[in-house]
């Protein structure tokens, strides 16, 4: 599957180039500490809504804070929030489609329904009323959108179970005497593996996306931290003063956004043997 | 005293319930995949059952290795009742009763290496493990060493098959059922398979039992034939004596679909008009009936017909053999 997807980097620039801006934020949001010029949270009101400059690369906020050490934090922030709800509503996803679906019953049922229940909400909503409940700040925006993001991957590992385990390896397995929690693990998982991946870029994407949302309506990462979200919010208030606080992160988030869907459509190519071209 | 066979199926009926009908009008019924099937395999034996699709003969050999809970009648293998064991009392039973799947491409995990797959039956039982005894078992299957490391993608269909086969090997088991084990292979490959498998059977003493939609194949391999119809054995013997001059009406239809290869020589084709019933609500009586070329009349389609003794302790299931003795009643499930 690894294997397949460099033949997709190399066949197509486009995912190249969103694959290295992913590596590239990845690396932004890890060193940000390093990176970032100056302290994100530093006032300077001598120097409030500055254009860029040699000084602040891309200006600065209503408080004088260097717009670029913002940023960077913000990535930060973005990365952890999404990077947490696709590694999280991933193990969910995981844990309760294979159970569902391998396992079947009355499990299958009330997983199933409660997927239902909770799809028929939009999932901003869900998660602007779970924050409402468990209070604003990073773990509670992780929770929400885990939650909120959950019951679209057990009902696509669910789908695909159904599938694997009508394959005779896996009749064939059971009537060697493998037992059936091992069967699950060792030839269900796997091979339900590939489009957990592509769901995983797509739901790192909205879940950057909804990261964003919520901090712009103040919901998500609280001030004084950055985010990318109330790096717009602070500029919108500007945006005809000072239009490089929200241009830039707004940039940002499509730059991101996109990458990340690119990503989730060269994944799903690989995985694809259908799809193969040489 | 005739030995003890090592597996006995007893009036052995497999039904799935069908939900039919909308959401309004639902009504649930019986579709009869194996319908009242009786045999006994002696070890070291090989039996065929053949065929149309559609004649339960995949729901029996899954009936028989207990994937399915019979709805009526007794299975015992080696003595031993099966037909209530659960999983776990299964366990132990199922190291000697192994199947061989049709589907080369599916019955093999594709992110499994070789090594892994046939690993996997040796830890499951505790037995001796290692690359040696992969590669022992790979060789019993006219494989080797450098297929050790390989993804079944990177196999042809054939090589699949004998992996399959080594794998059902690493248990050592004494009944192997084969579930159209060539129907999916290349005509050239399916004679080296059906080799391989005749030579382990004389050198491991192994039982097998042989699912084909192809006569010939079975009548090739086989000592003893039966012919499933509907859910039902309809005629049961020799192989040589099924194949050539069989009795029962439905399998001589059959026999005459086989090409023969003797260009200018026209042989009469029995044809079968109409097609096969549906098992859901399968015809009364002779379950042939609907389409029998030499139908006697009303008693067909009444009563099922008798076993009748045909040669060498064969029989077949029709009425109009009614002259000769009668080797069991009616099996009704």
Known sequence: MLDSFFIELRRSPVLALAAALILAAIAIAVLAPVLAPKDPNLQNLRATLAPPSAGFPLGTDEYGRDLLSRMIFGMRNSLIVGAAVVLLSGLIGAVLGISAGYFGGWLDMVVMRLADIMMAFPYLVLALGLIAALGAGIPSTIVALTVAFAPIYVRIVRSKVLVVKEEAYVEAARLIGVRPRTIAVRHVLPNVAGPMLVQGALTFAFAVLAEASLSFVGLGVPPPAASFGNIIAAGRDHIIDAPWIATSSGVAIVALVLSLLILADGLRDAIDPYQHRL | ?333
């Not at chain 2, 992969?134 to 050790?148: K, R, T």
């Not at chain 2, 005459?256 to 096969?276: D, F, Y």
């Open chain 2, 1 to 333: 005293m005739t030995p003890r066979p090592l597996l006995a199926v007893e009036r052995v009926a497999t039904h799935f319930p069908v939900k039919r009908g909308g959401w309004l009008r639902r009504r649930v019924e019986t579709l009869k995949a194996v319908d009242g099937v009786s045999f006994a395999i002696l070890p070291g034996e090989t039996f065929g059952i053949v065929g149309e699709s559609g004649s339960g003969k995949s729901t029996l050999a899954r009936t028989i290795l207990r994937v399915y809970r019979p709805t009526a009648g007794r299975i015992r293998f080696d003595g031993l009742d099966i037909t209530e064991l659960d999983e776990t009392a299964l366990g132990p039973v199922r190291r000697n009763m192994q199947m061989v799947f049709q589907d080369t491409k599916s019955s093999l995990n594709p992110r499994l290496r070789v090594e892994q797959i046939l690993d996997e039956p040796l830890v499951t039982h505790g037995l001796p493990r290692g690359r040696r005894r992969v590669v022992e078992l790979l060789e019993m299957v006219g494989l080797g060493d450098s297929h050790v490391e390989r993804y079944p993608h990177q196999l042809s269909g054939g090589q699949r098959q004998r992996i399959g086969i080594a794998r059902v090997l690493a248990l050592n088991p004494r009944l192997i059922v084969a579930d159209e084990p060539v129907s999916a292979l290349d005509v050239s490959i399916q004679a080296q398979i059906l080799n391989l498998l005749k030579s382990l059977q004389s050198r491991l003493g192994l039982t097998i039992v042989l699912i084909a939609h192809d006569i010939g194949v079975v009548g090739y391999f086989c000592q003893r034939v039966a012919v499933m119809y509907l859910g039902r054995m309809v005629e049961a013997g020799p192989g040589r004596h099924v194949t050539r001059s069989p009795s029962h009406p439905y399998t001589q239809a059959l026999i005459s679909a086989i090409p023969k290869a003797e260009p200018g020589v026209r042989r009469s084709r029995i044809l079968l008009t109409g097609e096969i019933p549906s098992p859901i609500n399968p015809p009364t009586g002779c379950p042939f009936h609907t389409r029998c070329p030499v139908k006697l009349g009303a008693i067909c389609e009444r009563e099922r017909p008798p076993r009748y003794r045909t040669v060498d302790g064969g029989w077949a299931a029709c009425h109009a053999l009614n002259d000769r003795p009668v080797v069991a009643e009616a099996q009704e499930e």
